[in-house]
């Protein structure tokens, strides 16, 4: 089990399946900082996605079972931590992403893909909630714990 070290959005508007581009990256920086202080409040309590470590969450127009799925992309052979999870959402919606009106609906499907799909005994909905107000309510304030290697120990 790897412990979660990522949490990027993508956008796309063809399907993400092999022989396709990969979605793109869209440049909210406000958004990617938010998303990192998730992963990183996530982090702090050995939060894990299973075997692999890097959620990329792509937003999209086409249709997904669901709503919300596991990307039909597959593993990557070259970046086997990277996963895709693919969101339907409608085109209205998808205009507006790189807008700062988009963030708290985006940081929301996040959240429902941590839960839908990585909820554990240890790591409930309750806990991905939590971890997830308390990184956009607290902001640039948030208190983290992080380890740092010191020769060739870490500590914490």
């Known amino acids: 089990m790897n412990t979660i070290k990522d949490i990027r959005i993508y956008r796309s508007q063809a399907e993400n399946i092999a022989g396709n581009s990969l979605p793109h990256e869209f440049a909210n920086k406000e958004l990617s900082i938010m998303l990192h202080r998730i992963a990183m409040k996530l982090r702090e309590h050995d939060f894990t996605l299973g075997d692999f470590n890097h959620l990329y969450v792509n937003l999209t127009t086409c249709m997904v079972d669901d709503k919300i799925a596991p990307s039909k992309r597959g593993k990557d052979r070259y970046f086997p931590r990277f996963r895709y999870y693919d969101v339907e959402i409608s085109q209205p919606f998808f205009d507006t992403l790189e807008t700062s009106d988009c963030i708290q609906s985006v940081i929301e499907i996040v959240e429902q893909v941590l839960i839908k ?13 939590s971890c997830v107000s308390e990184a956009v309510e607290q902001g640039e304030n948030m208190l983290v714990k992080f380890k740092e290697k010191r020769a060739s120990k870490k500590q914490a």
């Open 117 to 129: 799909y990585f909820c554990t005994a240890k790591h409930d909905s309750e806990f991905i909630r």
